[in-house]
Structure formats: C-alpha cells, structure tokens
C-alpha cells in the first residue's frame, strides 16, 4: 500500500501542487497505517520492521508520529 502511494507521491511531483499535495497526504498516512501495524506472527514482524529500516535508510521515517505508531503498536491489547 506504502509502496503504492509513494509511486503515485513520485509521478504526482510532476504534476500541479494540488495533485502533488494529496499524493503526499496519501503517502503519509500509508506509511504511519504500516507504523501502526500491530504485527503479531514473527513473518509479519519481520516484513514490517525490514520495510520500515528501508524506509528510514532514506530518511523517510522522521516524524514524531512515526515513532509513536511505531512504538504504540508494540503494546499489548488486552
């Protein structure tokens, strides 16, 4: 879904701002929905945090609220 958004974010820039706009909007809250992913089986914790150090290699992953869906998705629902 992330990986979606941004390809559209990307082909958005050529585009006027208001498309360029939503694009990032959309890619912003993909990104901080896979922040938010409550992985529970150890193959899904391991996409997600392989994604997520990719994502962050670029420099991508730099917002307060990344790290706070990040970190809220590691507690425990009970």
């Not at 990032?24 to 945090?49: F, N, P, Q």
């Not at 991508?60 to 790290?67: Q, T």
Request: charged share 30%.
């Amino acid at each position: 879904m992330h990986r979606i958004a941004y390809a559209a974010f990307g082909k958005s820039l050529h585009g006027n701002g208001a498309d360029s706009d939503r694009a990032s909007r959309e890619e912003e809250r993909a990104l901080l929905a896979i922040c938010g992913h409550t992985a529970v089986e150890e193959g899904d914790r391991l996409a997600k945090a392989r994604y997520l150090l990719e994502i962050e290699a670029r420099g991508e992953l730099d917002l307060p609220e990344h790290m706070q869906a990040v970190l809220r998705s590691t507690m425990w629902k009970g």
